[in-house]
């Protein structure tokens, strides 16, 4: 997926536990960078577009992915909302369907992604846009600013995974007690859950759980 | 100010939290001090917030200065739990969130799976074509509690007997092909569970039939009844701008005349294949929002008569993926303990073959595998967009899950909705709405 990362065994059984001889494999997954042209679709005239009407294409915009009839534009933080601004008034992505996160502990310096679905109804098209930050620098700029419909999503994204939203207008715990720690949809966040009991014996809690990976 | 349990200095002055008492004691204390501003909490429990929806409201006199919601109080975790289940699991879980449109939901997470899996072009013809009639009566269960509701909450009871009369029926069909009435887990990547009973098929064309008569008389409860438009009519004003700006879809959005429904415009389960139209109204009020529900259920209506008529020329057609790699048993049968395994398929893996028996159990405990990668799947709920955002590393569990819900985004309208109209307002324009917290919270 991101960074050559590697996936070693087939039933995710660390140590001993693998008796069905097949825990020598290694699945390898590459990071496949941009997508060449064509991209088939609208996705050749959504990047000629944009690159017609944002000179610094080439300088804000890391990659260009096109995956499973989705295109997805990997956009450098800080050039985001000059790029949204494009997308929503030149390009007509009038709406955002909001922003999720996801969490990549291994991708060293990228591990937070904030990913936004966008939608142009007057061309009924598609775009995804991904941003990074690192862990220790959790902040991507808001863009409430730009479609106000963000404005719960950032603050939901924020709550669960701990990206600072920069100029959100009130960036705060939106599911979660205001004083709750740490940040549940992260990673390296316990599921919790507390084992069952039955007469003569327990089941433990769902992510202590002996399962296939 | 004995009635005030307490009061506190802020920077915008001193504010007074009323905790219960006596109305009259309150209002006229309130009366009798200088400053004119109140703040009201309402809800979490409160009859007319569709679940446990807080709103917070800053009113002068009866006019609301400002509002604010406070959300949170359903957060079941579901995105993450699903992380740590399979992927046909899942299902499981996420058809809780909105539970008023499980197979909304479910819909929704199985075509983002299938997208993953490269398998959408796979999906059995009748698999689409049930899916696409089982939504369509949970359409019509869904509006019919929203409109029941909606009526009850502005005082109109009768219309909340007939709607969840209507509702009991399509309840009874979903118990007759999935087992449940709600959160069947009936949809699942690949098809479907099971495949319909054989007098499904009659029993909803008999129920479409009384449906259409329910729906006529229904109308004429609240169509062109003069309270009713008094209490909706210019109430929870919010035009196409602002839909936008908010993301907002479903019908509040196309109560503002806007066309937008994904069935149309981005048809997914083969939806290009059935005449239906897209119902709009240009008045961006609660009576448009109400008269856009009253006559989708018409439009269900058809196109579930259409999905009959499929159904019919496909009988006997398989409703699973051929790739048994990924096929979840779909001969399922109910016994004398309840709905399960098919005992041909019992006798199958159990009697004549080990590689069967060792691929059910490899299936049912690993689950299959899914190429890493992301997708995302919009289907067009009762409520607006849905999507499900789908994240895999290549394993047998999803590595991410997030729902786009509608419910969420549609709720931050509220603020817009309500701010410079009057309390009593408010409860309309939630309800026209129609937030399910399952939704929002998840």
Same mark, same amino acid.
């Given at each position: 997926?991101?960074?050559?990362?590697?996936?070693?065994?087939?039933?995710?059984?660390?140590?001993?536990?693998?008796?069905?001889?097949?825990?020598?494999?290694?699945?390898?997954?590459?990071?496949?960078?941009?997508?060449?042209?064509?991209?088939?679709?609208?996705?050749?005239?959504?990047?000629?577009?944009?690159?017609?009407?944002?000179?610094?294409?080439?300088?804000?915009?890391?990659?260009?992915?096109?995956?499973?009839?989705?295109?997805?534009?990997?956009?450098?933080?800080?050039?985001?909302?000059?790029?949204?601004?494009?997308?929503?008034?030149?390009?007509?992505?009038?709406?955002?369907?909001?922003?999720?996160?996801?969490?990549?502990?291994?991708?060293?310096?990228?591990?937070?992604?904030?990913?936004?679905?966008?939608?142009?109804?007057?061309?009924?098209?598609?775009?995804?846009?991904?941003?990074?930050?690192?862990?220790?620098?959790?902040?991507?700029?808001?863009?409430?600013?730009?479609?106000?419909?963000?404005?719960?999503?950032?603050?939901?994204?924020?709550?669960?995974?701990?990206?600072?939203?920069?100029?959100?207008?009130?960036?705060?715990?939106?599911?979660?007690?205001?004083?709750?720690?740490?940040?549940?949809?992260?990673?390296?966040?316990?599921?919790?859950?507390?084992?069952?009991?039955?007469?003569?014996?327990?089941?433990?809690?769902?992510?202590?759980?002996?399962?296939?990976? | 100010?004995?009635?005030?349990?307490?009061?506190? $200095?802020?920077? *915008?002055?001193?504010?007074?939290?009323?905790?219960?008492?006596?109305?009259?004691?309150?209002?006229?204390?309130?009366?009798?001090?200088?400053?004119?501003?109140?703040?009201?909490?309402?809800?979490?429990?409160?009859?007319?917030?569709?679940?446990?929806?807080?709103?917070?409201? $800053?009113?002068?006199?009866?006019?609301?200065? *400002?509002?604010?919601?406070?959300?949170?109080?359903?957060?079941?975790?579901?995105?993450?739990?699903?992380?740590?289940?399979?992927?046909?699991?899942?299902?499981?879980?996420?058809?809780?969130?909105?539970?008023?449109?499980?197979?909304?939901?479910?819909?929704?997470?199985?075509?983002?799976?299938?997208?993953?899996?490269?398998?959408?072009?796979?999906?059995?013809?009748?698999?689409?074509?049930?899916?696409?009639?089982?939504?369509?009566?949970?359409?019509?269960?869904?509006?019919?509690?929203?409109?029941?509701?909606?009526?009850?909450?502005?005082?109109?009871?009768?219309?909340?007997?007939?709607?969840?009369?209507?509702?009991?029926?399509?309840?009874?069909?979903?118990?007759?092909?999935?087992?449940?009435?709600?959160?069947?887990?009936?949809?699942?990547?690949?098809?479907?569970?099971?495949?319909?009973?054989?007098?499904?098929?009659?029993?909803?064309?008999?129920?479409?039939?009384?449906?259409?008569?329910?729906?006529?008389?229904? *109308?004429?409860? +609240?169509?062109?009844?003069?309270?009713?438009?008094?209490?909706?009519?210019?109430?929870?004003?919010?035009?196409?701008?602002?839909?936008?700006?908010?993301?907002?879809?479903?019908?509040?959005?196309?109560?503002?005349?806007?066309?937008?429904?994904?069935?149309?415009?981005?048809?997914?389960?083969?939806?290009?294949?059935?005449?239906?139209?897209?119902?709009?109204?240009?008045?961006?009020?609660?009576?448009?929002?109400?008269?856009?529900?009253?006559?989708?259920?018409?439009?269900?209506?058809?196109?579930? $008569?259409?999905?009959?008529?499929?159904?019919?020329?496909?009988?006997?057609?398989?409703?699973?993926?051929?790739?048994?790699?990924?096929?979840?048993?779909?001969?399922?049968?109910?016994?004398?303990?309840? +709905?399960?395994?098919?005992? $041909?398929?019992?006798?199958?893996?159990?009697?004549?073959?080990?590689?069967?028996?060792?691929?059910?159990?490899?299936?049912?405990? *690993?689950?299959?595998?899914?190429?890493?990668?992301?997708?995302?799947?919009?289907?067009?709920?009762?409520?607006?967009?849905?999507?499900?955002?789908?994240?895999?590393?290549?394993?047998?569990?999803?590595?991410?899950?997030?729902?786009?819900?509608?419910?969420?985004?549609?709720?931050?309208?509220?603020?817009?909705?309500?701010?410079?109209?009057?309390?009593?307002?408010?409860?309309?324009?939630?309800?026209?709405?129609?937030?399910?917290?399952?939704?929002?919270?998840?």
């Amino acid at each position: 997926m991101s960074e050559n990362s590697e996936d070693k065994g087939m039933f995710g059984v660390s140590g001993t536990g693998d008796t069905s001889g097949y825990g020598g494999l290694v699945r390898q997954q590459v990071n496949a960078g941009s997508t060449p042209r064509p991209y088939g679709s609208y996705f050749d005239d959504v990047t000629d577009e944009l690159e017609r009407a944002y000179p610094e294409f080439n300088d804000a915009i890391e990659r260009v992915v096109v995956d499973r009839g989705e295109l997805t534009l990997y956009i450098k933080r800080e050039k985001l909302v000059e790029v949204a601004l494009i997308l929503r008034d030149k390009l007509l992505f009038e709406v955002c369907l909001g922003v999720n996160g996801v969490h990549y502990p291994q991708d060293k310096g990228r591990e937070l992604h904030a990913i936004y679905p966008l939608l142009s109804m007057t061309n009924n098209r598609r775009v995804r846009l991904e941003v990074s930050a690192p862990d220790s620098d959790p902040h991507i700029p808001s863009l409430v600013e730009v479609w106000a419909g963000n404005n719960w999503h950032e603050r939901e994204t924020y709550d669960m995974f701990g990206i600072i939203f920069d100029g959100h207008p009130a960036l705060t715990r939106i599911l979660m007690p205001d004083d709750w720690p740490g940040y549940p949809q992260r990673k390296d966040y316990p599921l919790g859950g507390i084992p069952v009991e039955y007469i003569g014996a327990t089941v433990p809690a769902p992510d202590e759980r002996r399962s296939y990976r | 100010m004995s009635t005030f349990a307490s009061s506190r $200095e802020t920077t *915008e002055g001193r504010i007074y939290s009323v905790t219960g008492g006596d109305w009259e004691d309150v209002a006229r204390e309130i009366g009798s001090a200088k400053e004119e501003r109140v703040i009201v909490n309402m809800g979490p429990q409160h009859p007319s917030t569709h679940g446990v929806l807080r709103l917070m409201l $800053e009113l002068e006199g009866e006019t609301i200065t *400002e509002l604010r919601c406070g959300i949170g109080y359903l957060h079941t975790g579901i995105e993450k739990n699903t992380e740590y289940r399979t992927w046909t699991q899942g299902v499981t879980f996420i058809t809780r969130m909105d539970y008023l449109s499980p197979l909304f939901n479910e819909t929704a997470y199985c075509l983002a799976v299938e997208k993953l899996l490269n398998i959408t072009d796979q999906v059995p013809e009748r698999a689409s074509a049930i899916r696409v009639l089982m939504m369509e009566l949970n359409r019509i269960s869904s509006h019919m509690v929203a409109l029941g509701t909606g009526a009850l909450e502005l005082g109109a009871m009768a219309p909340m007997f007939f709607a969840f009369r209507e509702r009991e029926r399509v309840l009874d069909i979903f118990e007759m092909v999935s087992g449940l009435r709600m959160n069947m887990a009936y949809v699942r990547p690949g098809g479907v569970a099971q495949d319909l009973p054989s007098d499904a098929l009659s029993k909803i064309r008999e129920l479409v039939k009384d449906l259409r008569k329910n729906f006529k008389d229904n *109308e004429k409860l +609240l169509v062109g009844n003069t309270i009713w438009i008094k209490r909706t009519k210019d109430v929870g004003y919010l035009d196409l701008p602002g839909c936008i700006t908010l993301g907002i879809t479903g019908p509040v959005l196309r109560a503002t005349g806007m066309p937008w429904d994904l069935r149309k415009t981005q048809p997914y389960c083969s939806y290009e294949d059935y005449k239906f139209d897209v119902i709009t109204a240009d008045t961006c009020d609660v009576y448009g929002r109400f008269l856009i529900r009253m006559q989708e259920l018409e439009q269900s209506l058809r196109i579930i $008569e259409q999905a009959c008529d499929k159904l019919e020329k496909l009988d006997g057609a398989p409703v699973m993926v051929a790739d048994k790699k990924i096929a979840w048993p779909a001969q399922l049968a109910l016994g004398g303990d309840g +709905l399960g395994n098919s005992l $041909e398929h019992i006798r199958q893996i159990m009697g004549t073959s080990m590689e069967s028996l060792i691929h059910h159990f490899k299936i049912v405990t *690993e689950g299959f595998r899914v190429p890493a990668g992301q997708a995302y799947a919009p289907v067009e709920s009762p409520r607006g967009e849905l999507g499900a955002y789908l994240v895999s590393d290549g394993g047998t569990r999803p590595y991410r899950v997030h729902f786009r819900t509608p419910s969420f985004s549609n709720l931050q309208a509220t603020s817009a909705m309500c701010e410079g109209s009057l309390i009593a307002d408010v409860v309309a324009a939630v309800a026209s709405i129609d937030p399910v917290m399952g939704d929002v919270d998840r």
